[in-house]
């Protein structure tokens, strides 16, 4: 992700409600008995979790970190990253998420892309109360699914 800091505007001065058409309370994370503060992984988590919601999504990620996670999964007790390919900032009152998607062949890659996007600013903003200023998307690849029932039998073109 880009070295971008979130101007003071962005980061708690601009006014509740997103450029998205989305309204949100800001104020919630604030009131007179403290703040709430949210960690970056809380929001990559629900970033990865509602672009892999959409259909052609296939999977979040480039190519070796893909490889170590498929590893991870395999070994007992190993959990799925949910937040691999997603990198985010947070600041007090907004947030913003690039991530990293592999698409299914066949499907349409900017109605894939607008479908993700919208379903992460919907989720982050529903679950955290953050404005969500832009989501970056990266097609870093296609799935090919090659008929077979194994889920490994898909290939990827690089």
């Known amino acids: 992700m880009a070295e971008r800091p979130i101007k003071a505007a962005e980061a708690g001065n601009a006014p509740s409600g997103s450029s998205s058409g989305h309204s949100i309370q800001v104020s919630a994370l604030e009131s007179d008995k403290g703040r709430t ?4 992984s809380v929001v990559a988590k ?6 892999r919601e959409i259909s052609g999504v296939h999977d979040l990620g480039k190519g070796v970190s ?5 590893v991870r999964q395999r070994v007992p007790g190993g959990k799925p990253n949910v937040a691999q ?5 947070v600041g007090e ?9 592999i698409v299914e062949y ?3 890659i900017s109605e894939v892309a607008h479908a993700v996007r919208e379903n992460i600013i919907e989720a982050v903003e529903r679950m955290t109360g953050l404005e969500v200023v832009e989501v970056n998307l990266s097609v870093d690849d296609i799935y090919i699914d090659m008929g077979d ?4 039998s898909g290939r990827s073109l690089q």
């Open 37 to 40: 503060a949210i960690a970056d």
């Open 46 to 51: 629900i970033s990865g979790i509602a672009a």
């Open 85 to 89: 390919g997603v990198s985010v900032e």
């Open 149 to 152: 029932d194994d889920s490994s």
């Open 106 to 108: 066949g499907v349409a």
């Open 93 to 101: 009152r907004q947030c913003a998420v690039d991530l990293t998607i």
């Open 66 to 70: 893909r490889a170590f996670a498929s």
